[in-house]
Structures are given as C-alpha cells and as structure tokens.
C-alpha cells in the first residue's frame, strides 16, 4: 500500500507559480502511473495531469502549456510545477497512484490547498 503525502501549496497572486510535491511511501513508485487532481469548492474532482512509469505525460486542456509533471523516482517523489496560475486554479489539489494495469486511481493523499488570489 502506497502512501502518499502532497505538500507545497499555499497562498499565491495571479500569474505566479507553485511547485507541488508528492512523496510517496511503503512502496516504490517506480511502476505506478502517477496522477495529479484538484477540486474546487463545490465542484466535482478534476483530473488534471498523470505521468507514466515510462515518462509520458498527459495534462487537461485547462492546464496544458501553464503546469509541467515530473517524477523522480530515486526520491519516490511526482512534482507538479504550476506557472501563470489563475484564480479559477484555487482548489485542493490531490496526488494520486495507481497501477498501470488499473483504469482507476487506488491511493490518494490528503490533498494541498492552492489559493490563487491578489
């Protein structure tokens, strides 16, 4: 069983930037595709972006071209690096694992708070 800590958001003004941080523990990453979500309040969970164990990355039309994913795998860690953020990006943002043969997410973390906001 994964477990997954998000860290790294925070309180930030339009057209700024933020780095999530997604560190993972009791297992290696390293075979799991990896996916970043955020809800809003009152609005449904997103998913906005997923990297593979091979490397390739996928983003919502919403985000492409402003957020990149990375991973690192010797840290057992996923980025997230948002730039250009909007208000409309301020929602509690979650990582989350799963494996490549599952079309659903298994492990989730607790999720970060992202407030974009002058």
Known sequence: QVRILESGGGLVQPGGSLRLSCAASGNNISSLVMGWYRQA??????WISAISS???????????????????N?????????NDLKPEDTAVYYCATRRQTMAQ???WGQGTQVTVSS
């Open 41 to 46: 309040p009152g609005e449904q969970r997103e």
């Open 54 to 72: 091979p490397g390739s990355k996928n983003y919502a039309d919403s985000v492409k071209a402003r957020f990149a994913i990375s991973r690192d």
């Open 74 to 82: 010797a840290r057992n860690t996923v980025y997230l690096q948002m």
């Open 105 to 107: 997410y298994e492990c």
